[in-house]
């Protein structure tokens, strides 16, 4: 399995906070840094792995995308309650 990930390398001081963000590949097990990190000091690490396969598209809608006219032609032959069609659907989604 291969993925990238982001590796978050977190030192504690007694007033400060300091946060290193480096990039880096996971395959079979492996964790390996796009950079070295120089610390004189064991550091705490956080990992987390990016999913690159649910890359999610956006579309912008346009007037188009709402039409009355088609509306009425897709749901010319539809018997019941249109809002009760509507909640049954949504609800399977969960």
Known sequence: MFSVFSIFLVSFDVKLLTMIAVKGTYENGIITLERKVRSKRSLKVI????????????????????????????????????????????????
């Open 47 to 94: 990992v987390t792995f990016l999913d690159e396969e649910s890359k999610q598209v956006t579309q912008r809608l346009t007037s188009e995308d709402f039409s009355f006219r088609r509306s009425r032609e897709k749901s010319k032959g539809f018997i019941g309650s249109l809002s009760d069609a509507v909640i049954e659907d949504r609800k399977s989604e969960l």
